[in-house]
Each structure stands twice: as C-alpha cells, then as structure tokens.
C-alpha cells in the first residue's frame, strides 16, 4: 500500500514555469526508480524524466527544460518544468519502483496556454 499524490499542477502561459511535486507514503529510496509520466489528449502515456541512482533519463523534448529530483526528504519527487510549451499540456503522473511494483500517483493536470 503505497500512495502517491501528485500536486503543483495549473494552468500556466507558454514560456513559463510549475514545480510538480510528487508525495509518497512510503520512502524513496535513491536505487528506487521514480518518475514522471505524462498522457496527452489522444495520446499514450510517455515517460517525461525518471531518476535512479543518481541517474537521470529525459524525453528528448523536455531536454533542458525539465529537471527531475528527489527531496531533501526521501519520500518526495519534483518535476521543474521550465520554458514550458502548449505541447506539454497533459496529465502529468508520478511513477515508483519500490517492493518490486510500480506505483502511480492520480494524476496533475498541466495545461499551458499559447
């Protein structure tokens, strides 16, 4: 039973910025994979950044843009989402790797206006 909770999503104008939290109820650990998944109106589910063990993965579009991190405090995943684009308007989804099974938060919605 592990829940995630996703927050800092909105509506926001092309250009700007939103810092998505993700809150779980159990810790993160740094080999633990974690995170962002976004769907798009008519479209799959894509994976947006992820970390794990230090490392990070980005989605081409979003390279440089977007900066995935853990918190200070372990049960938490961030999402900067910088420059942001009316292309990255989705339901932005936090994801876990822990006890072998993958978790996902509800969902925030990002909207970003031309």
């Known amino acids: 039973q592990v829940q995630l909770v996703e927050s800092g999503g909105g509506l926001v104008q092309a250009g700007g910025s939103l810092r998505l939290s993700c809150a779980a109820s159990?810790?993160?650990?740094?080999?633990?994979?974690a995170g962002w998944y976004r769907q798009a109106p008519g479209k799959q589910r894509e994976l947006v950044a992820e970390?794990?063990?230090?490392?990070?993965n980005y989605a081409d579009s979003v390279m440089g843009r977007f900066t995935i991190s853990r918190g200070y405090v372990k049960n938490t995943v961030y999402l900067q989402m910088n420059s942001l684009k009316p292309e990255d308007t989705a339901i932005y989804y936090c994801?876990?790797?822990?006890?072998?099974?993958?978790?996902w938060g509800q969902g925030t919605q990002v909207t970003v206006s031309p």
């Open positions: 994801n876990v790797q822990l006890f072998g099974r993958e978790f």
């Open positions: 970390i794990a063990s230090g490392r990070t």
């Open positions: 159990a810790t993160i650990f740094e080999s633990n994979t």
